[in-house]
């Protein structure tokens, strides 16, 4: 009996930890892999990501990270306290790496205080709600993209009309236009629809 409980809350103790996800260079591409730098976690309720990597097909996180969980927990160790910054997540491969691709808004946030992205807990704005990422089908792998930016001291950040939608954004001009120079951090990951 009491063999049957340690086994029982060994297990349960597996289930809630999260999987470290585990990318090797077999898995990416040397330019994919390059993406990441500045030590940016995203946390997932099962998987933890930090660094460059495919998604594993195990544990059905490739279906969990579409249709389950919401947003996950932004985690920046190098967030300096007083500062601001934008979070910006981003698919540029819609609707398929290969076709001119174009950036698909998944998530904007502003105002983002440094002391709670040191925490994990990030406190900010959102300018655009969380959507979680959903490859179509047949559609091959995409690339989700975190990317961290210095927001400069009093500035008022916000979208234009024009981008509300949140396909065909154009990223690099909405980067340009408040000086948001290069990311301090990024991270990415690759997935594909779960059914293929």
């Not at 819609?94 to 998944?106: E, G, L, M, T, V």
Request: hydrophobic share 40%.
């Amino acid at each position: 009996m009491m063999a049957s409980l340690t086994l029982l809350l060994g297990l349960f103790v597996f289930i809630l930890e999260p999987v470290e996800a585990e990318a090797t260079q077999s898995t990416l591409d040397p330019l994919d892999a390059s993406f990441c730098h500045g030590g940016l976690e995203v946390i997932y309720p099962e998987l933890d990501i930090n660094k460059c990597l495919m998604i594993p097909k195990n544990h059905k996180f490739r279906e969990k990270i579409s249709t389950v969980w919401k947003a996950p927990q932004i985690y920046f160790p190098g967030a300096e306290k007083k500062k601001m910054y934008v979070l910006v997540m981003v698919d540029p491969d819609a609707p398929r790496r290969s076709q001119h691709p174009a950036y698909w808004r998944h998530w904007l946030l502003v105002n983002i205080k440094g002391y709670s992205l040191e925490k994990g807990k990030m406190q900010g704005m959102i300018l655009t709600d969380y959507h979680p990422p959903t490859p179509p089908q047949k559609t091959g792998f995409h690339r989700y993209q975190f990317m961290l930016f210095e927001q400069p001291p009093h500035t008022k950040i916000s979208l234009t009309e024009k981008e509300s939608s949140r396909g065909k954004w154009d990223f690099q001009a909405f980067v340009e236009r408040f000086n948001l120079g290069e990311p301090v951090a990024a991270l990415q990951f690759l997935t594909q629809n779960f059914k293929d």
